[in-house]
C-alpha cells in the first residue's frame, strides 16, 4: 500500500498543495486532477522520490520512500507527460535501452510481443524521429507491457496524442494491471473511463 500523510509541494515561493492525504491499495486507480500549474506532475515526482516533499510522509508498505530507495522504485514504473524517446533510436532498440536502464528483465521476445501489442510491429526498425507524435508516444507506453510485474504504475497524461485505438489498447493495459492486484496513480484532462474495482481521485484545483 502507498499511504501519503499532510503531503505539502512548493515551487519556488510558491506553494502547489499542502495537507494532502490519501491511500492506495491493491486493484486501486487513483486520478488526479485539477488545472495547469496545480501541482499535478510535481505530485507525481514526489510519489516516484524524484522531487522531495516541503512537508509529510510517502510510506510504501509502512516504510518511508526516501529511506528504501531503490528498494521502493522496484515495485514502480513512472511514465512522464515527455515520451522519453531518444529520436537516434529505433524503436525496438529505445524499448531495450528502457528495459535495460529500468532494471526490466525482458528478453527478445518480451520487447516482440510488447511492440505488437502497442501496434508497432511495422515501424520498430524504424529510427523514432521519422514517427508521428502518436507513434513516440506508442513506444513510451510499450513500456508498460514490460512492467507488468510491478505494483504501482505512476503515469502523467498517458492518453496524450494517441489516436481512437491507442487509447484503447492503454486502457486495457491499465484495466489489466487494476484486475490483477495493481496500482495506477494518473493523470489526465481526458474523461476515459476505466473500469477499476476501486476509483480515488484527488482534485489539486480545489
Known amino acids: ?29 487513483l486520478e488526479v486532477r485539477g488545472p495547469n500549474g496545480s501541482g499535478k506532475t510535481s505530485l507525481l515526482r514526489n510519489l516516484c522520490g524524484l522531487l522531495p516533499p516541503a512537508a509529510g510522509s510517502i510510506r510504501w508498505c509502512g516504510g518511508d520512500i526516501a529511506a ?5 522504485r522496484a515495485h ?10 531518444k529520436d537516434e533510436l529505433t524503436a525496438r532498440e529505445n524499448l531495450r535501452l528502457s528495459a535495460l536502464t529500468g532494471g526490466l528483465p525482458a528478453s527478445a521476445d518480451d520487447i516482440d510481443a510488447a511492440l505488437q501489442q502497442l501496434g508497432l510491429a511495422d515501424f520498430q526498425h524504424l529510427p523514432c524521429k521519422v514517427l508521428s507524435q502518436g507513434q513516440r508516444r506508442r513506444v513510451a507506453l510499450a513500456r508498460l ?32 494491471h487494476l484486475e490483477t492486484g495493481g496500482m495506477v496513480v494518473l493523470t489526465t484532462h481526458q474523461e476515459i473511463a476505466i473500469a477499476s474495482r476501486h476509483t480515488q481521485r484527488v482534485d489539486l484545483g480545489r
Open 1 to 29: 500500500m502507498l499511504a501519503i500523510t499532510q503531503l505539502e509541494c512548493v515551487r519556488g515561493e510558491r506553494r502547489l498543495f499542502a495537507h494532502l492525504d490519501f491511500e492506495v491499495a491493491p486493484h486501486t486507480l
Open 68 to 72: 528504501l530507495g531503490d528498494e521502493y
Open 76 to 85: 514502480i514504473a513512472y511514465l512522464g507527460h515527455l515520451s522519453g524517446v
Open 145 to 176: 507491457c514490460l512492467s507488468t510485474a510491478r505494483e504501482l504504475w505512476i503515469l502523467d497524461e498517458p492518453f496524450t496524442a494517441l489516436d481512437t485505438a491507442a487509447l484503447a489498447l492503454t486502457r486495457d493495459l491499465i484495466e489489466t
